[in-house]
């Protein structure tokens, strides 16, 4: 169930997002450029406890903790290049721009660090580095229509379309399970 309410504001976002523009960002080990920072790949849907986003820009946007930092809330944008860290007891949902939907649990911590999304093409792709903490997701367009990546501390793993959950330990173990939908 919950994971259907992601679903319905992934695609909501999603329609919001890919009618603007294609959503592009380079991969590589270079920071950023300033184009590829202005451009959102996804949002966060919600979010509870205490919730960073490191940009790459080092600018740190913190949520539900004392600090000068704007609070992450829900409806905030992420831009590749985007750390994205829960606390103890806190969690948050985010969804991309081609209907990706990453639920990501407690004291986790997930680099978004490729994402290049254009409905019309057949080479998109992105790569997200799973570091810590447990991770469920639906996968969206990308995983069709390029090449969905998710590099974890043991292995990267290549995505075509499922609804995985992971989870990283603090020793570098990962356990992967796809979750099996029941059909209707």
């Given amino acids: 169930m919950r994971t259907q309410g992601v679903l319905v ?31 959102a790949i996804g949002k966060i849907v919600t979010v509870a406890g205490e919730v960073t986003v ?5 600018a740190v946007v913190q949520a539900n903790a004392p600090s000068s930092n704007r609070s992450v809330a829900e409806g905030d944008l992420v831009y590749r290049g985007d750390v ?17 939907a990453f639920n990501v649990s407690s004291n986790a911590r997930m680099e978004l660090n490729e994402f290049v999304y254009n409905p ?3 080479s998109n792709s992105s790569m997200f580095n799973l570091v810590k903490g447990a991770f469920t997701f639906v996968a969206g367009k990308i995983a069709k229509t390029g090449s969905m990546k ?19 330990l603090e020793d570098g ?6 979750l099996v939908e029941e059909k209707r």
Avoid: W, Y
């Fill in 9 to 39: 504001a992934a695609s909501i976002f999603v329609a919001g997002l890919v009618s603007v523009q294609p959503t592009m960002a380079q991969s590589g080990s270079a920071p950023p450029s300033a184009r590829a920072l202005a451009s």
């Fill in 54 to 58: 490191e940009r790459a820009s080092a």
């Fill in 84 to 100: 994205v860290s829960t606390g103890p007891d806190s969690k948050v949902s985010l969804v991309f721009a081609d209907g990706t």
């Fill in 120 to 122: 019309d093409s057949k």
């Fill in 150 to 168: 998710l590099d974890t501390p043991v292995a990267t793993m290549g995505i075509r379309g499922t609804t995985p959950h992971v989870v990283v």
């Fill in 173 to 178: 173990t990962v356990k992967f399970t796809t």
